[in-house]
Every structure is written in C-alpha cells, then in structure tokens.
C-alpha cells in the first residue's frame, strides 16, 4: 500500500521563505509530484522528482531523498497568491493512479 | 487545446436519482484518470483508462458507479442511486505517458439533497 503524510495547515508572511514537508510510504517507488490547488480549483502541476536531491524551478523548489522517504516543497519570497493547497502525491508501480496526502492548506499573510 | 473540460461545473440532485458527469481530456492524450475530492482532502483516485480500456478501479467505486470510454476520447461517470455520502468534487485528469504530470480539469461538484 501507499501512505502519505503531510502538515495540514501552515501560516507564513508576504515575502518569506516557507518548506512544506512530506514523508510517504509506498511498496515501490516510481517519483514524486507536487501539485497547487487554490480553492475550488484545480489542481495544477508544480514539480515532479525522481532523483534525490533539489530541483528548483523559480520561486518554487523540490526536494526528494528517497532513502528517507521524504520530501519538500520550498517557496521563496512568498506571495499573497500563493495562499493554496499543496498535494503530495506517489504514482502506484504501474503508473495508473496518484495517490495524493490530505494536502497542506498554505495561508500567507501581509 | 484549452486543457481537460468538465461538464456540467455543478450538479445538485435528489437522494436516490442517478447523474452523469463528462470529461474531454486534452486530445493527444490516451491515459484518462477520475478523482474524488471532498472538502479538506486530496483527491482520492477512482478509476483510470488508457485509451478505451478501463485498467484500473479503486474499491472506492461501488457497484453504483460506472465508468465508460468508448472511443478513447471523452469519458463519462455515472453515479445511480445517490447518496448524501456522494456529495464531493469530482475531478478527471488526463496525461500523455506514465511519467508525465496529469493535468486536471475544473470538476463537477455534486451535492446531493
């Protein structure tokens, strides 16, 4: 089975840095997306990693340690539209589905 | 292509009447996936086809749901017999190759009364 952990809630300021971590257990391992979803929207791709090590991409980085199980999303000089849900998510070994964390509901205030 | 299109955007329906939703994925795609999301989770997956082959079905989808792509292209949902349990936003996604990011379309979101 697949299992995913993810905070359900953080708060950060205008400008700043925040990392929103996930831990996940699956029988293989076949990468690691993270998805944005701003309220009843949908969900939008963000990165995905299959390598350890950081992938940045602007504002937003990712960061994968397989050995670990473990991984995290990095956004720098945060925005007030950055205030959205980031989904962890694992593909199953035969790649036909995602299986997504609970989500963590990122709030940035002035 | 303007991405993955779903319709209809909102459904309300009576307790015990059946619904179809609608998914147009984006075109050159042939892996076509449906979700279930309700409020304060991520999404949970429900059913994948790659082309018109349906290859996958959670347990999550009852013998009250059915899913159906016929000709590789667009694909539709069928829920019978709703229940209150049903009330949630259903989302589809499609994508190119397995290691490709699925795109998502907007959902239907269904409340049943």
């Known amino acids: 089975g697949q299992n995913i952990d993810q905070p359900t809630e953080m708060t950060a300021t205008e400008g700043a840095i925040v990392q929103i971590n996930c831990t996940y257990q699956t029988s293989g391992f076949n990468g690691l997306f993270w998805y944005q979803q701003h309220a009843g929207e949908a969900p939008t791709f963000l990165s995905y990693n299959v390598l350890d090590g950081l992938e940045e991409k602007g504002r937003f980085s990712s960061f994968l340690s397989r050995s670990k199980g473990y991984s995290y999303l990095l956004l720098k000089e945060l925005q007030m539209k950055d205030s959205a849900s980031y989904l962890c998510?694992?593909?199953?070994?035969?790649?036909?589905?995602?299986?997504f964390g609970g989500g963590t509901r990122l709030m940035v205030k002035p | 292509d303007t991405g993955v299109s779903q319709n209809p955007r909102h459904k309300i329906t009576k307790r015990g009447q059946n619904v179809t939703f609608r998914c147009d994925p984006i075109?050159?795609?042939?892996?076509l996936y449906w979700y279930r999301q309700t409020l304060g989770q991520g999404p949970e997956f429900l059913t994948y086809?790659?082309?018109?082959?349906?290859?996958?079905k959670s347990r999550l989808l009852s013998d009250r749901f059915s899913a159906e792509r016929p000709k590789g292209s667009f694909s539709t949902l069928e829920i019978q017999r709703t229940e209150q349990g049903d009330s949630a936003m259903y989302l589809c996604a499609s994508s190119h190759t397995r290691e490709a990011e699925a795109f998502f379309g907007q959902g239907t979101r269904l409340t049943v009364v």
């Open positions: 086809f790659q082309n018109e082959a349906q290859l996958e």
């Open positions: 998510a694992v593909p199953n070994n035969a790649g036909n589905m995602l299986t």
């Open positions: 075109s050159e795609h042939n892996r």
